[in-house]
């Protein structure tokens, strides 16, 4: 190739936007223009029972109605309150589990790869089958009784899923062994990447394992934490494949967390307008949520 | 053939200047060396010479013709980078080869500029093992094998060397230079230590703050430098500067312990005295400049002896192992041939009758 | 209280020694340096006198004490590691007050020890500036200063100036050994550089292998080597090695040195020493410890290559086994190519034997 042949470097930049083109208008069309169809619907009343196409929902406009009435929706507001509680047991549980996890992998021991397969397996299980899975687990002669009964003796006959407390305790159980792995996984990588030589360097000027710890390893892991936290605390927003086989949503409403609702009312009451302002709002939460939690990250 | 030039050269990046206004023009077949202190420019300069960046103000020139535009492919220039980049998936044959394949280069010829290299840096017992399997000073010669055997226009290393053990480092200098008397090709070298760069080099270039100070053989510019900033560069231990003004027929620094006869010259304001320039004996009333001797490096083949006169420090470098103890009173003198002289501005002062450097 | 013994120190790991047999002591408020090229086992010895690594054989003893199954922070030793390891999210202070908090020391001796340690370090105006982005230079002092604070008895360093650029080197070469003269602990300092370990050492150890090759002053290793690899290894260029048989000839005893010719006639100690040989010797002389002289005396050589290294100029004699050099100020005016008669002065002249390698001693 004769040397005019070849681009340079500028003519090199150039050619690759050139090339990259019609990825970035599939990326366009795939995100951006579903979020402005979704806006477009949300301030209108649409359903699809109204009879019209889409495009011409402008014929039930609403302006900002839907958002007002989410806002004083209790059913949209009681499951917001059982999603967060989710959240708020489950993360830090599945946190905690998952650094003691990393910290034992940290080292070498006897059975270290064979436990690693093991522990990575829920992560491959389907959310659907593990809801049946701990479907069958929960009912009242199942095994988690009869393990209760076992250990405690005194034989045990809750009915977990029929129960609106326990059936909720039983979803987070669920859950709290779908999602450990990830966050095992995840803190390992943030408990290798902390330098070897520091936490020598502190041995050597006499600091215990617990002050290395908390002074050297957990600072130098902050970034991946924080990744590992947002990740999963957006995730809960997104609680469905499993919960649903399991409960339903049920008993009642019990176990209904946001996505169950959205759920819901989409495929039962069909007020597709409500539903894309549901979904945009929480939409616009989590972004602000994702970004500050960036913020803190890149510092 | 290459002939490689810098006209007006000026390169930034956001708002540091990278690359000051240089021009240089480095001869075929010379092993020219950039020299100065860590973000000076070097590094930049290279870039420039291979076509990774462009520059923002002036030309590069390759034998003659201007290459801005031109990739770093087409340009033909081999280079060895400070981190070496082997690949690590490769064995050593492996690595040193790609580049010849890459360009569709016949097996036959692969094999034998293969053989050719790896005989050159000694490399042939270990052609069959791994990067990873490698020492530090096998992996450094297996890079510059591949530099080798691609047979381009001029060779460029950025600081190829500096991660070796100081005995092998001495080794290897001498033999790069050997190959590159051999290859026949222009080698433009970058590095940080004074002493490899004068051991190499036919000419080099001193930089600062992406500019270029002075251009000249090791020998001249140690013996003539441009500036105090140069002066202090080269040689080791460094170069004695210190604060000096005229009186009358006399120059006069360290707080007027030291004496010389005035030279002829004006706007003096500072001088240099190189270590080894300096002439210690015992201190008998007479000639020289009386001195406190404060501490004795031996070093072997010479001795670093630092000394206070009139409240400043001196170092003087000894040949041999002189018998001389701490506390010691001497008697400094010096060749006044052999002082160096030092405007405001730290430009070295010349007689009028004297060319400039270079 | 601070001296250092190693007796009988082995170590392996797995099928390799890293370490055979080291025994070595250092005296208290020694600067010993632990000298050798990469992989002789100098940072082994130097992790096991830290406690980092437990000895497969032998014992260390700080003083009287054997430190056997004392933990690596119990050791009161500081270390200075090769890239620092500076807490690097932390800021200066808390870098260098990290032991006496740790420690649970009082605020207001924290406090205090901190800002004198600044202090005698010039560290003060660095003190709340992140550790993270900070010069090499600082950065050594900072690293000092964290294992200093803590008043340990004894000062490992491994290497801690081979990441930093050879223009700086001699700077802070300077400042540790002022440093050293300070503080008056004993220093075990490990380094790859003859250089750097002549300029700062009391003593020096050298290593390679795995095995102490020889143990002295700086001096007393650079006069009389006691084996072909301190020989080589110490002085920059090392010392010439020349292949030879000791001969008597009738102007006296000398080395024939076969290609080159006949070495000057030996000074009675060389001569004493070259009667102890049992074969083939090995005729050492320092490159900057030949004269030049006219033909037809001394050995004969051809130049191969000169170097101009500032100050000096290095003249590359001959070639491969046969090969050698010399070092003399600027005005020598010999250049490739031409031949150069050199002899060596007679007193420096070191024989070794040729098998085992070891230098040859007239008594």
């Not at chain 1, 009435?69 to 499951?79: E, V």
């Not at chain 2, 540091?16 to 070097?42: W, Y």
């Not at chain 2, 492996?94 to 005989?119: H, K, S, W």
């Not at chain 3, 072909?228 to 080395?255: Q, W």
């Amino acid at each position: 190739m004769s040397p005019a042949a070849k681009p340079g470097p500028d003519e090199s930049a150039r050619l690759g936007l050139r090339l990259t083109l019609p990825a970035q208008v599939l990326v366009l069309f795939i995100s951006v223009f579903p979020l402005l169809m979704q806006l477009y619907i949300s301030l209108t009343d649409w359903s699809p029972l109204s009879g019209l196409a889409w495009p011409r929902a402008w014929e039930m406009w609403n302006t900002f109605a839907n958002y007002t009435d989410l806002l004083s929706d209790n059913r949209l507001w009681s499951a917001l309150g059982r999603t967060l509680l989710v959240m708020a047991i489950c993360v830090p549980v599945e946190f905690l589990l998952g650094l003691g996890l990393a910290i034992l992998f940290a080292d070498n021991f006897p059975g270290k790869r064979l436990l690693y397969s093991i522990l990575i397996m829920p992560m491959m299980v389907v959310p659907a089958v593990a809801g049946y899975m701990f479907y069958m687990l929960f009912q009242s002669g199942g095994p988690a009784n009869d393990l209760l009964s076992a250990i405690s003796g005194i034989p045990v006959t809750v009915a977990w899923l029929s129960d609106p407390t326990l059936a909720l305790a039983a979803v987070m159980v669920a859950d709290i062994w779908q999602w450990t792995p990830l966050m095992f996984l995840i803190l390992l990588a943030g408990l290798v990447g902390v330098p070897q030589d520091q936490v020598k360097a502190a041995t050597l000027l006499g600091a215990n394992a617990w002050q290395r710890f908390v002074t050297i390893v957990l600072p130098r892991m902050s970034a991946i934490i924080i990744i590992a936290l947002a990740i999963r605390v957006i995730e809960c927003f997104k609680i469905f494949d499993t919960l649903f086989i399991m409960t339903g949503g049920g008993p009642g409403v019990a176990t209904e967390t946001i996505s169950v609702y959205i759920y819901k009312i989409t495929t039962q009451d069909l007020i597709w307008g409500y539903v894309a302002a549901i979904a945009l709002a929480i939409l616009i939460v989590l972004s602000v949520a994702c970004v500050w939690a960036m913020k803190r990250m890149a510092k | 053939m290459a002939e490689i030039a810098f006209r007006h050269v000026t390169k930034r990046y956001g708002r540091t200047l990278a690359v000051d206004d240089a021009s240089f023009t480095v001869a075929d077949n010379e092993f020219f060396c950039f020299f100065g202190p860590p973000l000076s420019g070097k590094s930049t300069i290279l870039r420039l010479i291979l076509g990774l960046e462009k520059p923002d103000v002036g030309e590069v020139l390759i034998d003659g013709r201007v290459v801005n535009a031109v990739s770093p492919a087409a340009r033909n220039i081999a280079m060895v980078f400070q981190n070496l980049a082997l690949f690590p998936h490769m064995t050593a044959a492996g690595n040193i080869r790609f580049p010849l394949v890459e360009r569709g280069v016949p097996e036959l010829q692969i094999r034998a500029r293969m053989a050719d290299a790896a005989e050159k840096l000694h490399i042939t017992h270990i052609l069959h093992k791994f990067p990873g399997q490698l020492s530090g000073g096998e992996r450094q010669r297996v890079a510059i094998a591949r530099a080798l055997v691609r047979d381009p226009a001029a060779y460029l290393m950025d600081d190829p060397i500096s991660a070796l053990d100081a005995r092998l480092r001495e080794e290897t200098r001498v033999e790069l230079k050997r190959i590159q008397r051999e290859a026949g090709r222009t080698l433009i070298y970058v590095t940080h230590d004074q002493e490899e760069a004068m051991s190499v080099a036919d000419r080099m270039a001193i930089l600062e703050h992406g500019a270029i100070r002075q251009i000249g053989t090791p020998s001249q510019i140690y013996d003539h430098p441009a500036t105090a900033y140069v002066a202090r560069f080269l040689g080791s231990p460094m170069m004695n500067i210190l604060t000096a003004t005229r009186q009358g027929y006399s120059v006069s620094a360290a707080g007027a312990a030291i004496q010389l006869a005035a030279p002829d010259l004006t706007g003096i304001a500072s001088l240099g005295l190189r270590p080894e320039d300096l002439r210690v004996s015992p201190w008998a009333g007479g000639t020289g400049s009386p001195a406190t001797v404060i501490e004795v490096e031996p070093l072997g083949g010479h001795t670093v002896v630092t000394l206070e006169a009139g409240g400043t420090r001196l170092r003087a470098m000894l040949r041999g192992q002189p018998d001389i103890r701490v506390s010691a009173q001497v008697a400094l003198t010096c060749d006044p041939a052999r002082v160096h002289y030092f405007g405001d501005s730290g430009e070295t002062l010349r007689p009028s009758h004297q060319g400039g450097s270079e | 209280m601070s001296a250092i013994r190693l007796e009988n120190l082995v170590k392996r790991f797995g099928a390799f020694t890293a370490l055979k047999t080291m025994d070595l002591a250092v005296d208290d408020g020694e600067f010993m340096a632990l000298l050798g090229p990469s992989g002789c086992g100098k940072s082994t010895t130097m992790n096991m006198i830290a406690g980092m690594e437990r000895p497969s054989e032998g014992r260390i003893l700080f003083g009287d004490r054997d430190m056997a199954g004392v933990a690596m922070g119990q050791r009161g030793v500081g270390f200075v590691f090769q890239n620092y390891a500076i807490f690097t999210h932390m800021s200066v202070r808390q870098n260098l007050s990290y032991g006496l908090r740790m420690g649970g020391r009082p605020k207001a001796e924290v406090a205090q020890r901190t800002g004198a340690i600044a202090d005698l370090l010039q560290l003060g105006d660095l003190l709340d500036r992140p550790a993270a982005g900070l010069s090499v230079n600082i950065l050594q002092r900072v690293a000092i200063g964290r294992s200093a604070v803590m008043e340990p008895a004894i000062f490992l360093l491994d290497e801690p100036l081979s990441n930093v650029d050879a223009a700086f080197r001699a700077v802070m070469r300077t400042e540790l050994k002022q440093l050293q003269r300070q503080f008056r602990q004993t220093m075990v300092y490990v380094t790859h550089d003859q250089l750097e370990a002549m300029t700062m050492a009391d003593r020096i150890a050298v290593m390679d292998h795995g095995v102490l090759q020889q143990v002295g002053r700086p001096l007393e290793i650079y006069n009389d080597p006691a084996n072909l690899f301190v020989a080589r290894f110490i002085g920059s260029p090392g010392m010439n090695l020349l292949a030879g048989l000791p001969l008597e000839t009738a102007a006296g005893p000398v080395v024939d040195l076969g290609a080159i010719g006949h070495s000057p006639v030996l000074a009675p100690a060389q001569a004493a020493a070259a009667r102890r040989a049992r074969g083939a010797v090995v005729y050492g002389f320092r490159p900057e410890q030949v004269a030049t002289v006219p033909p037809g005396h001394g050995m004969a050589m051809p130049v191969s290559f000169v170097e101009r290294i500032g100050a000096r100029t290095i003249l590359h004699l001959g070639h491969g086994a046969q090969g050698a050099k010399a070092v003399f100020e600027n005005d020598v005016g010999l250049s490739p190519g031409s031949m150069a008669h050199l002899a060596p002065i007679p007193a420096a002249i070191r024989l070794f034997d040729a098998e085992t390698g070891v230098a040859l001693r007239g008594t």
